[in-house]
């Protein structure tokens, strides 16, 4: 996996409620404790091995869940459907609606974060 494909997970991941802790030395009375890197799922299970969140830009089941938030609206949807359009465009050359069917996880990603005003 590339930087910018872990960069871009890990934004959409902290979008869908992922809170991300970095390790840090306390220091409690005369005791110094490291406490490890974790991860922190939306409904509060933590991880603490590396990259525990779904992997958006190479699965299209997790970027699908991830639309189902946008899809509600039929205003957001138009406007997520311009990002990938876009996005399909910039990659291909031309651009046409029946292309946002067959985009792939990372081009859904892309827009999925340019939706939410953001870059990886």
Same mark, same amino acid.
């Given at each position: 996996?590339?930087?910018?494909?872990?960069?871009?997970?890990?934004?959409?991941?902290?979008?869908?409620?992922?809170?991300?802790?970095?390790? !840090?030395?306390? @220091?409690?009375?005369?005791?110094?404790?490291?406490?490890? #890197?974790?991860?922190? =799922?939306?409904?509060? /299970? %933590?991880?603490?091995?590396?990259?525990?969140?779904?992997?958006?830009?190479?699965?299209?089941?997790?970027?699908? !869940?991830?639309? @189902?938030?946008?899809?509600?609206?039929?205003?957001?949807? #138009?406007?997520?459907? =311009?990002?990938?359009? /876009? %996005?399909?465009?910039?990659?291909?050359?031309?651009?046409?609606?029946?292309?946002?069917?067959?985009?792939?996880?990372?081009?859904?990603?892309?827009?999925?974060?340019?939706?939410?005003?953001? #870059?990886?």
């Amino acid at each position: 996996m590339s930087t910018k494909d872990r960069l871009t997970d890990i934004a959409i991941a902290e979008l869908r409620g992922w809170k991300f802790h970095k390790s !840090e030395d306390v @220091q409690r009375g005369h005791v110094s404790i490291a406490l490890p #890197e974790c991860s922190t =799922d939306p409904q509060g /299970n %933590v991880y603490y091995e590396d990259d525990p969140w779904p992997k958006y830009t190479s699965d299209l089941n997790a970027m699908h !869940e991830a639309e @189902q938030e946008i899809y509600g609206d039929e205003c957001d949807a #138009e406007r997520y459907e =311009d990002h990938l359009l /876009n %996005v399909i465009s910039e990659q291909l050359g031309y651009g046409a609606a029946y292309l946002i069917v067959n985009a792939t996880a990372k081009q859904r990603a892309k827009a999925f974060l340019r939706y939410h005003g953001k #870059e990886a």
